[in-house]
């Protein structure tokens, strides 16, 4: 489960998120959409343990990720719209080095199906260098899929990827979350979040302005009641 409560983060004078409260359970795919600048990314890089909140608490499998990052980052798997690597591992040595990184005793057997789900199964010996846009998607999450996390976060998964990859991308996130893993998803792909989210969390300059299932939200303003996603998104953030 990931928990966030009254989480703000402050650059300076600028509040880029403020008094911020959600949870993900397990098993559930929350879309956290917002416009440009929401504070989208900052709540992310937070919930990774990579951004030090300004107030508030974060927990991840019960675990407070400021108090006790190492156990707490240990369950979680952040992917950034970019993707890290290395550039003189290939593929299958990015996998084992994760393998090593968390402790994963049973990472060679691990690899071969990550790598076939994904479809880089024919890319093991590859370089960064080698891979497509998409084919470097595809190794990161594989990364962060190894160690089984019960947390993850993805931010805008689906970019570089073709219409076959898409399919698998989606199957694979709604596999992990029907295996009981939380998981926060943020994409401005409306049609995306609409499919795969069991729940949305809409913020604007920084602040909730919507948060539970589309039925809730749109019960709680009957004048967007029948509007599209979209719709009732632009709505919402103005």
Known sequence: ?????????????FRAVHDLSFTVA???????????GAGKTSTLRALAGI??????????????????????????????????????LTVVEHLRFM????????AE?????????????????ALPTELSRGM???????????HDPVALMLD??????????????????????????????SSHLLHLVEELCTRLLVIRKGERVAYGTVHEIVAER???????LEDLFIALTG
């Open 51 to 88: 951004l030090q909140p300004s107030a508030g608490t974060i927990r991840i499998d019960g675990i407070d990720l400021v108090q006790d990052p190492v156990p707490a980052k240990r369950r979680l798997a952040f992917i950034p719209d970019e993707p890290q690597l290395f550039e003189y």
């Open 156 to 185: 805008e998964p689906l970019t570089g990827l073709d219409p076959v990859g898409i399919r698998r991308m989606k199957a694979t996130i709604a596999g992990r979350a029907r295996a009981g893993t939380a998981v926060i998803l």
């Open 99 to 106: 393998g090593r990184l968390y402790g994963v005793k049973d």
């Open 1 to 13: 489960m990931i928990e966030v409560e009254h989480y703000s983060k402050l650059y300076g004078d």
């Open 26 to 36: 397990p098993g559930d795919v929350l879309g956290l959409v917002g416009p440009n």
């Open 222 to 228: 009957p004048e967007l009641q029948g509007r599209s």
């Open 136 to 146: 470097k998607q595809k190794l990161a999450i594989a990364c962060g899929l190894l």
């Open 109 to 125: 057997s691990r690899i071969g199906p990550l790598l076939e789900e994904l479809e880089l199964d024919g890319k093991r010996d």
